[in-house]
């Protein structure tokens, strides 16, 4: 079955700091991956994708993702950390049922405090 | 252009009452999906809608429901409403990346 885990609840960093939220995943066939933010009381919004290619990922507000197939892993990180990080991040892989248009399965989600 | 749209915000019902949700996908995108996000549970896959059809249902029992409309707009049916169902119900469309809206947050009581 296709599942992802995130280990960690919360990460606590302070600001400036160097952060990793991180993910693995276990899927038949090749990994479509996600990342998603989400702030009190809203939706998810989308951070960035791995589909194929390299596997260093850049997305929005600076934050980047490593995949490691060896490792089936897709770890998330940010150079420097900023309170405003403050939120409950999600990783996801497509359901390879569904092929390319296939519904997400998410990890439990990890909480990311930024103290000042 | 706009996002993906939810309605209504909140909804507030009491137990074995039926409840339903709307979503407007971004113009363009034919695929619809419903997530529910139950305290402690994480996000859970409810539905997917494409063209019209359902594609793939989770593993939610089948007072969970809903359809697409011509316009690619959909709704989620909730039928003799549980205490536990209460929950952020989120909608996304696609294709590729799927994009969320800002959810329906449904209270039974």
């Known amino acids: 079955a296709q599942s992802v885990a995130q280990p960690e609840d919360q990460v606590n960093v302070a600001e400036g700091n160097p952060l990793t939220v991180k993910c693995t995943y276990s899927?038949?066939?090749?990994?479509?991956l996600f990342w998603y933010v989400q702030y009190p009381n809203r939706g998810l919004q989308f951070l960035l994708k791995y589909i194929t290619g390299d596997n260093l990922v850049k997305g929005s507000y600076g934050f980047e993702a490593e995949f490691n197939k060896s490792q089936t892993s897709f770890h998330l990180k940010k150079p420097s950390a900023l309170v405003s990080d403050s939120a409950l991040y999600f990783c996801?892989?497509?359901?390879?049922?569904?092929?390319?248009?296939?519904?997400?399965?998410f990890g439990k989600g990890t909480k990311l405090s930024v103290k000042p | 252009e706009a996002g993906v749209t939810q309605s209504p915000t909140h909804l507030i019902k009491t137990r074995g009452q039926q409840a339903t949700l709307r979503c407007s996908p971004i113009s363009g995108h034919t695929s619809v999906y419903w997530y529910q996000q139950a305290l402690g549970l994480g996000l859970q896959f409810l539905l997917w809608?494409?063209?019209?059809?359902?594609?793939n249902r989770g593993n939610f029992p089948p007072r969970f429901s809903g359809r697409q409309f011509p316009n690619y707009s959909s709704e989620l049916n909730v039928n003799a409403l549980e205490l536990e169902d209460s929950a952020l119900y989120l909608c996304?469309?696609?294709?590729?990346?799927?994009?969320f809206g800002p959810g329906t947050r449904l209270t039974v009581l």
């Open positions: 809608y494409d063209e019209g059809e359902e594609r």
């Open positions: 899927v038949s066939g090749n990994p479509y």
């Open positions: 996304a469309s696609s294709p590729g990346t799927q994009y």
């Open positions: 996801a892989v497509r359901d390879p049922r569904g092929g390319s248009q296939g519904n997400l399965i």
